[in-house]
């Protein structure tokens, strides 16, 4: 059931749409980061409610989704899938994508784990305030 409950939430996420379209792809990738990265009931919650900061364990599973979604490849984001794929998911001009892009990918962490967060915190504030 938990799996059930992380995959649609990751569906609706911006992740929805770049490398894995199909159901089976979703729950493959989820399957892979929740056992690289296990996370507690109250660490879910963390994620569904985007309750902020999240611990390090929290935004490794996050960063692993996003890696295997081809978003980001040691932890730097890949703007040939990105914006493309925000472009469409949200109907919006590609160089208003690629140029809040740009400003996001230079934000740092305190690891790759933290920099993936960053980033994804700055194209989700960033996308939501178009």
């Known amino acids: 059931m938990k799996l059930l409950c992380i995959a649609t939430y990751f569906l609706v996420l911006l992740y929805s749409g770049a490398k894995g379209d199909t159901i089976e792809d979703i729950s493959h990738i989820l399957t892979k980061c929740y056992e690289e990265y296990?996370?507690?009931d109250d660490e879910f919650t963390t994620l569904i409610n985007e309750v902020h900061p999240y611990n390090e364990k929290t935004k490794c599973f996050e960063k692993c989704i996003a890696e295997e979604l081809g978003w980001f490849k040691d932890g730097v984001l890949m703007s040939n899938v990105v914006v493309p794929t925000l472009s469409h998911d949200f109907s919006?001009?590609?160089?208003?994508v690629r140029q809040f892009t740009q400003e996001c990918r230079t934000l740092v962490?305190?690891?790759r784990c933290d920099t993936v967060y960053r980033i994804s915190q700055c194209l989700h504030t960033k996308v939501h305030k178009l």
């Open 38 to 40: 296990p996370i507690s």
């Open 92 to 96: 919006l001009n590609e160089d208003v």
């Open 109 to 111: 962490g305190s690891s």
